[in-house]
């Protein structure tokens, strides 16, 4: 089954509406996509433009599902057609717990994400967690989750391969205007349109402006990643350091 388009990937079926809230504690964890391991990374040093992606982080999916119902949108959390592909994360408790959620590959552009549970072990998904303002994070930081009180379905669900296989993308886009710079992030599953993702700071503006004055902060860590910038005759470059290095 392709997914060049992951709305293509969803069908028609019955909406199920979720319960009313029940009063219980809230739950939240941390959870892990079953994945390829490290995530990858491209960063090729170069001039800054207008626009130039440069970098872009990406993550394989390596168990899969797809949605045989949909659940009907809440407060917090949107709507999940049937035919929606998921994929596998282990999720640890704060609480010492731990269960396996099956994840939403949309990324909102608040950063939030859905993920579904199986709580009373029957088959069948019927607990909604919603992410807590971190990016989709394949292998890499993990994803913090909270749980949305109340039941959904239960839905069914089933494993479902796809080709080519679900792969996560975040990329770094910049843009600079003499010697400042800005940024962006950027989110996609395979080939699919780039989504941009909400700032998380006063310099990482939704709209990329060149901003920051690369004279006073030749470097500048988005991610975790060092960006240092050079201005030169030609105009400004930039090179990357590693993850979480100088």
Not at 67 to 94: F, H, M, N, Q
Not at 210 to 222: H, L, M, N, S, Y
Request: glycine share 12%; with cysteine; hydrophobic share 40%.
């Amino acid at each position: 089954m392709r997914i060049g388009g992951i709305a293509a990937a969803m069908t028609a079926g019955a909406v199920i509406a979720s319960a009313p809230p029940a009063a219980a504690a809230i739950q939240m964890g941390v959870a892990k996509v079953a994945s390829t391991g490290q995530p990858v990374w491209t960063a090729p040093p170069g001039p800054v433009g207008k626009s130039t992606l440069a970098l872009d982080i990406s993550w394989r999916a390596t168990e899969t599902a797809i949605l045989d119902d949909g659940i009907k949108g809440g407060l917090r959390y949107r709507t999940l057609p049937a035919g929606l592909p998921l994929v596998k994360a282990e999720l640890s408790l704060k609480d010492g717990g731990a269960r396996t959620v099956w994840c939403d590959t949309r990324v909102a552009a608040d950063r939030t994400l859905n993920c579904l549970s199986d709580e009373d072990g029957d088959g069948k998904l019927d607990a909604i967690w919603i992410s807590n303002g971190s990016p989709f994070a394949i292998g890499f930081d993990g994803l913090g989750l909270i749980r949305v009180m109340g039941k959904v379905g239960p839905v069914g669900f089933r494993p479902q391969a796809f080709d080519p296989p679900i792969t996560a993308h975040i990329g770094v886009e910049l843009c600079s205007e003499g010697r400042f710079v800005g940024w962006r992030t950027r989110y996609r599953i395979n080939e699919d349109p780039w989504t941009d993702l909400a700032p998380t700071s006063p310099l990482e503006p939704r709209a990329c402006q060149p901003v920051a004055d690369t004279t006073k902060q030749p470097t500048i860590r988005i991610m975790g990643f060092p960006f240092h910038f050079q201005q030169t005759p030609d105009g400004l470059t930039f090179d990357v350091g590693r993850l979480n290095s100088p």
